[in-house]
């Protein structure tokens, strides 16, 4: 399916900075809820990853990743998610989180 420009540009995707990383364990798969900080404008957003893999809580804190910022909060759980995090799967299917290649000002938006 192809989508226009302006189709592209109803998705808001933005940088921010994981703060807080803590085990999920009430989540069906395994998974890491993750308190993100996207700057002034829009704040700390919380969300849940199963990234259980590849990372964990303690080797996130610090680290910048993308998320789309503008769909509905999602309940997983007892937990609220704000946004959805972004990653792409590696050649297990294991997901691999997305974000820049240097250290850019938080809010950040794709383009």
């Known amino acids: 399916m ?3 420009f302006d189709d592209f540009l109803k998705v808001d995707i ?3 900075r994981i703060t807080r990383a803590e085990p999920f364990p009430e989540a069906r798969k395994p998974a890491v809820r993750l308190w993100i900080d996207f700057g002034p404008e829009l704040g700390v957003k919380k969300s849940s990853a199963q990234i259980t893999r590849h990372y964990t809580p303690e080797a996130l804190i610090g680290r910048q990743v ?5 769909f509905p909060p999602r309940q997983i759980g007892p937990v609220m998610s ?5 990653g792409v799967p590696d050649a297990d299917g294991e997901v691999v989180l997305i974000g820049p290649g240097h250290d850019v000002p938080l809010g950040g938006r794709l383009y």
């Open 82 to 86: 704000e946004v959805l995090t972004l």
């Open 66 to 70: 993308l998320a789309v910022v503008n």
């Open 2 to 4: 192809t989508i226009t």
């Open 14 to 16: 933005r940088v921010g």
